[in-house]
């Protein structure tokens, strides 16, 4: 008996083909009404779904090959001898091999103008069913869901048959593909409801971008893997890398974290990050001034770092970031001849952003990894509320320092908790991260600041549970002190700060980031 092969594909790449190796193997095809179409326009014989099932395609093609007749010929297990027996008294032949691509509901949701009906009627229903059924019965039918299968498909049948390898990875292909599909229909039709965005079950779904030649370290596997379904423009997910060897995954990482703390910032800015953590950020009038001030911030750490900027790349900037070795420039563009400087560098990577101003959206959520399970949190996109932004000293802040603590605070919301910022007119001069104590953190700040400590103001993520950081503010010189309050301590160290005469600020809102 002829092995038949059922084909019914949206995307219609390499069909043509395959469906001609596929007859001249001797397969009878059957296809549903537009891939029908173009394979008789091919010149290859093919058989109407309809002509099978005796029924015709119906409700605008909602119901095209939800018949017994199909899934009876997929789902007949060969091998009991009761199931041949039904489908022959039925009159059901075999379906021996599936060939399907799904509605493009992805391409439809990316689509800027989609409306909800057109999202709905994207949703393939027919297609699923088959390949689920053909993917459950595997050793029996051979599924292909994706065009790129078409050529080891047919290079193993010419040899003499698809191995049963094949078949069962096929098969897995088949579930993955689904469940990815299904996720990103319940995601997207969560988001137009405003469903609750920390459901009772999370079914998320990545494609990935790209595998790392390592993960954290060379010992651990890495890849990268973009959101699917979702607007990613202004994320690290959107960078085109116009030069350089590939990203690693630390690479990723920080520059996802150089962008986080420059999206703070409306103004010129330059962001230089090391180990995820920002280790000066400079602000100018151009973009060379942001630059040479986020270098002098600490021109120890921006070695070997990622740096960022929110504006057009010239050529002065281009000289000044080729002095040194710094592992990522990221910016929303180039001049030519800035593109040129830099690209003269072999081993600096270079990646162009235009939406880089962008800021990120709350519903992309925050994740953690923990053995077990999985930490899952509102992105941090807020950073303070003006209005309750309280002056808590006998002495307030002058216009100056006001500006430069809004600085400062914009910054230690994207530095490793426990975490200390020291500003001086507009650069950072002393970042202190990520410290199991407050004090240490803002030694280390002080450490880094050095003689320029003196004069600036101070950043903390979270409040003082003691008045020794501002005795040790005071030391440094330190004029003014942004933090969220809210210690029970709190009055200790405000008396403190009158003493020394420094102005000291709440945000009522804290910070923390591991
Ligand atoms: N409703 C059905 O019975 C049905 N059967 C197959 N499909 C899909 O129809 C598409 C192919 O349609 P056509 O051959 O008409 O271009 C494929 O993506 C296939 O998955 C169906 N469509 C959607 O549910």
Excluded at 30 to 44: E, M, N, P, Q, W
Excluded at 212 to 228: D, K, T
Excluded at 487 to 506: H, L, P, Q, T, W
Aim: with cysteine.
């Amino acid at each position: 008996m002829k092995k038949r092969a059922l084909l019914s594909v949206s995307d219609k790449t390499g069909i043509v083909e395959f469906a001609r190796e596929l007859h001249g193997l001797g397969f009878e095809l059957v296809s549903t009404g537009g891939t029908k179409r173009v394979l008789r326009d091919a010149g290859i014989p093919v058989l109407g779904v309809s002509e099978l099932t005796g029924f015709p395609e119906c409700l605008d093609g909602r119901v095209k090959t939800l018949h017994p007749v199909i899934h009876a010929g997929i789902l007949a297990r060969r091998d009991h001898p009761e199931h041949m027996a039904q489908i022959a008294k039925l009159g059901i032949s075999t379906i021996d091999m599936v060939v399907i691509n799904l509605y493009p509901f992805k391409a439809t949701i990316l689509k800027d103008d989609v409306t909800f009906e057109e999202a709905i009627e994207n949703i393939d229903i027919g297609g699923p069913t088959m390949i689920r059924a053909a993917a459950k019965n595997w050793q029996d039918v051979t599924v292909i869901v994706d065009p790129r299968d078409y050529d080891g498909v047919l290079a193993e049948m010419k040899l003499g048959k698809i191995s049963l390898e094949t078949k069962a990875r096929l098969a897995r292909k088949v579930f993955a593909h689904t469940a990815n599909y299904d996720a990103m229909i319940s995601n997207w039709l969560g988001r137009q409801a405003g469903d609750d965005p920390l459901p009772e079950t999370i079914t998320m779904t990545y494609e990935k971008v790209q595998d790392m030649r390592y993960g954290e370290n060379p010992h651990q596997r890495g890849a990268f893997y973009r959101e699917v379904g979702k607007g990613f423009e202004g994320t690290i997910a959107a960078a085109k890398q116009l030069h350089g060897k590939e990203l690693s995954y630390n690479n990723i990482n920080d520059a996802n974290g150089a962008l986080d703390t420059l999206k703070e910032f409306d103004g010129v800015c330059a962001v230089g990050v090391k180990h995820a953590n920002p280790c000066g950020v400079g602000l100018g009038k151009t973009l060379h001034e942001a630059y040479v001030n986020m270098y002098n911030a600490d021109p120890v750490s921006i070695f070997g770092g990622i740096v960022a900027l929110n504006e057009r790349v010239d050529a002065a900037t281009a000289e000044e970031i080729a002095k040194i070795f710094v592992e990522i420039v990221i910016a929303p563009g180039y001049e030519p001849e800035a593109l040129e400087i830099l690209c003269r560098k072999k081993n600096i990577r270079v990646l162009e952003l235009p939406e880089i101003r962008q800021k990120n959206k709350r519903e992309f959520l925050d994740m953690k990894k923990v053995a077990g399970g999985l930490l899952v949190q509102e992105l941090d996109c807020e950073l303070m509320n003006e209005e309750e932004l309280k002056v808590v000293t006998d002495r307030a802040p002058t216009a100056e320092e006001l500006a430069q603590l809004k600085f400062a605070w914009r910054v230690v919301k994207h530095t490793k908790s426990n975490a200390i910022v020291l500003v001086k007119g507009d650069q950072t001069v002393g970042v202190g991260p990520g410290q199991t104590n407050r004090i240490t953190a803002l030694e280390l700040a002080i450490k880094y600041a050095g003689d320029k400590a003196a004069g600036s103001v101070m950043g903390s993520d979270a409040f003082f549970p003691f008045d020794d950081c501002v005795e040790a503010a005071h030391q440094a010189g330190i004029t003014a002190i942004i933090q969220p309050g809210g210690s029970i301590r709190d009055e200790d160290s405000i008396k403190k700060c009158n003493e020394y005469g420094i102005a000291m600020v709440f945000t009522g809102m804290r910070h923390f980031k591991h």
